[in-house]
């Protein structure tokens, strides 16, 4: 009975709120890793995107004007990620807030010794444990400079790993995975690219993942889709267990 409620939900918004041709061709033309689909996975992305807008309240600040294609663009990255595993990964937090640029966060950090920080680092996206993503629109017009950097992928990337606790590179994996195959290929990859940024040899992922293992994920994760080979060329590995928890094979797109 819910199956067929959700099912009767979905087609109602897909009917009232369809997402245009001509948005969805701006996104098309401008996500990378929804060209590489074939017909049938893009109108399921389409369609995903489309849910996506209405269950996810898009929030410009400071002046930002949001059309139809900016909205379909954000949406088709967000949902590339959860293209086969579906809008309930995205559970649990209602908004994406949307900077015109990279902005200032104001948060305070309390030390082990008691001291509060005040944090202004300027970012270009941020998630936060059962709150909202924040993006930086700036950053998503340049998704894919440099190669293999896609923002809203790596900060979905968090909401995913968000699922079962704190970001620390571990999401929950499906049934038939295994925790210890999943570790084994992240701690080499890890330890692969810690060595090579140490003696400045090139890496196709950001050393921004050595940060820790949370990022360590997103990273990987925005290669994964961005640049499917260059990761599979990296670490065989760590793809293959992307390639399990993604339920996606974009190497062989």
């Known amino acids: 009975m819910f199956r067929h409620l959700k099912i009767w939900r979905e087609r109602r918004i897909l009917q009232r709120h369809p997402l245009s041709d001509s948005a969805w061709r701006h996104a098309l033309v401008h996500c990378g890793p929804a060209q590489r689909l074939d017909a049938s996975a893009q109108a399921?992305?389409?369609?995903?995107?489309?849910?996506?807008?209405?269950?996810?309240?898009?929030?410009?600040?400071?002046?930002?004007?949001?059309?139809?294609?900016?909205?379909?663009?954000?949406?088709?990255?967000?949902?590339?990620?959860?293209?086969?595993?579906?809008?309930?990964?995205?559970?649990?937090?209602?908004?994406?807030?949307?900077?015109?640029?990279?902005?200032?966060?104001?948060?305070?950090?309390?030390?082990?010794?008691?001291?509060?920080?005040?944090?202004?680092?300027?970012?270009?996206?941020?998630?936060?444990?059962?709150g909202p993503v924040i993006l930086s629109w700036e950053a998503i017009v340049q998704i894919g400079s440099p190669p293999g950097h896609n923002v809203v992928i790596h900060e979905f990337a968090h909401k995913l790993d968000m699922l079962n606790g704190e970001a620390n590179g571990f999401p929950p994996l499906h049934a038939g995975m295994h925790a210890r195959a999943w570790s084994q290929a992240f701690h080499a990859a890890y330890r692969e690219l810690e060595s090579r940024w140490n003696s400045n040899q090139p890496a196709p992922l950001d050393p921004y993942g050595l940060e820790n293992p949370g990022e360590f994920f997103a990273v990987a994760s925005e290669l994964f889709f961005q640049q499917p080979l260059a990761l599979r060329d990296f670490s065989a590995d760590l793809y293959s267990q992307l390639k399990l928890f993604y339920r996606q094979n974009p190497g062989e797109a």
């Not at 008691?114 to 444990?129: I, K, P, T, Y």
């Open 44 to 130: 399921r992305l389409r369609v995903l995107a489309t849910l996506f807008m209405q269950a996810k309240a898009l929030e410009p600040v400071q002046g930002l004007q949001l059309d139809d294609g900016m909205r379909a663009l954000l949406a088709t990255h967000a949902c590339i990620p959860i293209l086969n595993l579906g809008l309930k990964w995205y559970r649990g937090w209602h908004s994406v807030v949307l900077y015109p640029g990279l902005f200032v966060p104001q948060r305070q950090i309390v030390d082990a010794a008691g001291v509060v920080h005040h944090d202004r680092s300027v970012m270009a996206g941020e998630a936060w444990q059962r």
